[in-house]
């Protein structure tokens, strides 16, 4: 592994840029990704930054099972966010909906019919901790060795 | 034609001063932003439409999640209607749960309004103090109901747990605790001149504007309006709850009235467990049709629910009017009218404590 590898591999270990979505969720879990935020969980002590610029983010949390005005932004939204990059979902709503999908339902879930999902945190809403483990171990495993992992596929793509 | 603006400036909907997505699109001249404009839609659920045909048990629910900071209050607004259709009665130990409980609630959500005010005018320092003083508040929610949010804790007739007596010293000195550390923050926020600067005369609102838009909650208290649910609640006037309100009517106030209002909480809620006596938490009784409107002051001002049951027990129609609709609309047409510095328009938006999930449903 070269050097410039290794180097990489250590800042973004300790810097991931988090910018939440609410794609109409009842507000519930966006607190609670507040509440992360509060010196007593402290997520910036694991490296996470909460800008909430879409431009600039790594991680993209998803709150919500998708109100129609987001069907057509969110995708627009994730071709913004720069490359390495990963969608976490919070809650209920983006996987199934929670008990917003009921006959006369106004949202289409899950989010995962519109962009790439890489974890999903079930709860109506989840605990901050859950919140902040599922940032950290999805991070590790997207962000590390990104480059090499992206070579191997285009050379597997071409042979 | 013509223009008579230099830039229309849109914040939002992904901004990072906003909990929730909503597009503020301004019209400046210079610095100066002439007129507003909100735009909203962006978490729209359709609740009430899914609650129309379903049986009441799940309306319980849905109300809860119509709105994740206030959720207790939708809960008990909801389930007081529907006890109101049907003639169910509630002991005293449930209603003075219900009591405790609603203005824990009031304590944390409005710890958070003044948190996301501190965040928009750049004062992180105070924003994270609030914030963590909110996780005392958040503590004492989990001990009494099992959960942080959505806890689904007032049901019919009653209260679904009971507080022992253990827990109620906990929740007695978590109050103490955030008492002492609130009398430092308001002494910070009151005289940091930063926070002045940023803050006073600011987003006025004239009497006028507030008694034309009908605007409700602190917003409304803060301009000098004495308008709030409880003071036609029994319990509350015997818990001791009097009326504040304030006059300037600017950003400095509304975020004084709410620590104001937090200093009333601490002290209804340590009356309400003083008043605590041993006996039934839950009554019965059976539910009957009927139509019914019922008003109680959430955290942002007056929730109205208006709901109609028919003898199947299914809902056949309900509207919620919640607190955010005039007080965006306010904040939009009469505080952001003129403001001298389009720095301002997020501050003064939040100053007004929007919930846009709350607004849409």
Redesign the interface.
Known sequence: MSILQQLKNAVRQRSIHVCYVNTGSCNGCDIEILACLAPRYDIEQYGIYVHNNPREADVILVTGGMSPQWIDKLPDLWDRVPEPKAVVTIGNCPISGCVFNRPGKLIDPPVSKYIPVTAAVPGCPPRPSEIISAILGAADILFKDYEVHQKEKEGGGQS | MKKVVDVSLPVG????C????CRIKCETRGERVVTTEVEL???????E??M???PWQETI??AE?????C?VVHNTVIVEALEKISGITVPRRAGLLRLILNELDRIQSHL?AN?SYCYTIEHETLG?YL??L??TA?DSLEMMTGT???AAYVVPGGVREDLSADNAAKILEATYHIEAELKRFVRMFETGPMIGLRSKGIGVLSMEDALASGVVGPTARAAGLSRDARKEDPLYLEMGWHMITRTESDNYARIMLRFDELYQSLTLIRNGIAALEPGKIRNGGEMKAGRIKHTIEAPRGDLTYDIEIDSAGQVVFVSIQTPSIPNIEVATHAMMKNLASAADVTSTFISADP?I?CAER
């Open positions: 909907p992904i901004h990072p906003f909990k929730e997505p839609g962006y978490v729209k659920k359709g609740i439409k899914i129309i045909g379903r629910f849905l999640r119509v709105c994740g900071i959720s958070l948190y994270m914030l963590n909110r996780e958040m942080r949010v959505m919930c999930a």
